[in-house]
């Protein structure tokens, strides 16, 4: 058995950003500078660490982040309002809504108050659908960055049979779809699937989305398959047991430095796609 | 082996249709008539006997039928506006384009004209999201009768293996994450999987939705496998070999008179929640 191809998440998310910088390079000689807002509601640490990231992100590429820290105890009317006026704000092209947010908020009534022409993250119902439907200006970025990962190290899709494990509204349900558009043969585990291990043993392609640190075992997978890892638990450990799998699996996304930068790198695109097509309209 | 149990559609939407008369009774007694608009445009045969049964359906129950024909030239903006008078007009609840339409015509454009308040058959795009995450009022009707006959039949879907073949916008994307929103773990093969049969080898349930007369073969499937047979292909023939499948299934459904009238009753049902919704509003 050869050495696995380690996806380099990093280098994938370089490239991505390569592009980009002659793009806002271009807009901004249009006098137009991408703007991506980014929400943060109380004070979580890991949230405050992701939304710092993704402003820093913006910043390095000469992006626009405008930062919004609402209080702990904000309701929904509140921030559906703060949403509300970055919907009508003309400089800002993107809308980050940093979640989980605090248990009083209705988060699906959060999301769907962001305007389907900034939701660079694909959080609302009808991008969900325009994504699954195969038509979507943004599709959910983590999922959008497994796919980026697959084609820029082109492994092939098509044909193949995909077993994501995990079934988010951002994550495993998109990704799925996303696969199945590309013509994978597609199964979605979860919580509640008795026999993963059965359901890997065939299994092409493993997207592990399913928030369990290490819970994908190096002998659930069969030999050669292509391991995603899309898991971000505590002390920086994927879904997957890296060392277990890395025996057997032909190509593996490493944690950190696998799908997490690669998903930054989709957030800024699609935010630089944004302040793009204000051009066309 | 004892005999498969036959999951009879007629007798399942009987049971649908008698929870429906006394609602509309109590609607009539409001001053309320339920009013289903159906779209024909052009003439297809097999499209206007469709329309017709829909009409039909509705007439029996006492639920108002609003035929609308038009000319097979129609363009895609003339279609848009005749659904737009209908989404203002407070006597109709409920709009069904049928499909499929002639081609000049951009189908998804029409779909998404329809108004979410009357899209009782599913087919905009923000209602296959809500369906997609549990909680559209909607669901596209062939779906919900899928779903409607396992449950009538008290089949459980929980923790099962459900595969789907087929992965439309209307009937295998929907179904497959209704399955899954019930807990089933679902794989999805389609025209390019490449081994349909050996997908289907640990099946607990088996959806077909794949438009090709009799593709589901006997011995595909599983000893016990539970079968519901969504084709309605030329001839009245469905999408699953019936008589070969019947010696190892534990539950099938027959066509005709198995997936298609619970279909129909859906579509009743769903016009009737919605007339519903009127008086809460």
């Avoid at 983590?142 to 077993?163: E, F, N, R, W």
């Avoid at 699937?193 to 369990?212: C, P, R, S, Y």
């Amino acid at each position: 058995m050869t050495n696995p191809l380690i996806l380099d998440g990093t280098r994938v998310a370089e490239a991505i950003k390569e592009e980009l910088k002659a793009r806002i390079h271009t807009l901004e000689s249009q006098g137009i500078v991408p703007c991506l807002a980014t929400i943060l509601v109380g004070d979580d640490p890991a949230s405050e660490t992701y939304v710092r990231m993704k402003g820093n992100a913006c910043k390095r590429l000469g992006i626009e982040s405008k930062r919004i820290h609402l209080d702990k105890s904000t309701s929904t009317e509140q921030l559906v309002e703060v949403i509300a006026q970055l919907n009508a704000d003309p400089l800002v092209h993107g809308i980050l809504l940093q979640h989980p947010v605090p248990h009083q908020i209705d988060e699906r009534a959060a999301f769907e108050a962001i305007s389907i022409h900034k939701d660079v993250d694909g959080v609302t119902a009808l991008g969900f659908a325009q994504n699954a439907f195969g038509y979507a200006d943004y599709p959910s970025c983590t999922p959008a960055a497994i796919i980026a990962i697959l084609d820029y190290y082109q492994i092939p899709i098509a044909g193949k049979h995909a077993v994501v494990i995990g079934r988010s509204p951002i994550l495993g349900k998109p990704v799925s779809l996303m696969l199945l558009n590309r013509d994978a043969t597609v199964t979605i585990c979860h919580s509640k699937t008795e026999n993963v291990a059965e359901m890997l043993k065939h299994a092409d392609i493993v997207i592990a989305a399913v928030g369990k640190p290490k819970f994908i075992q190096g002998e659930w997978l069969r030999k050669g398959a292509v391991v995603l890892d899309a898991g971000y638990n505590p002390g920086n450990v994927g879904d997957v047991d890296y060392d277990a799998c890395l025996a057997g699996a032909s190509a593996i996304t490493p944690v950190p430095a696998g799908v997490g930068p690669v998903t930054i790198a989709m957030l800024l695109k699609h935010t630089v796609d944004a302040a793009t097509r204000l051009l066309r309209h």
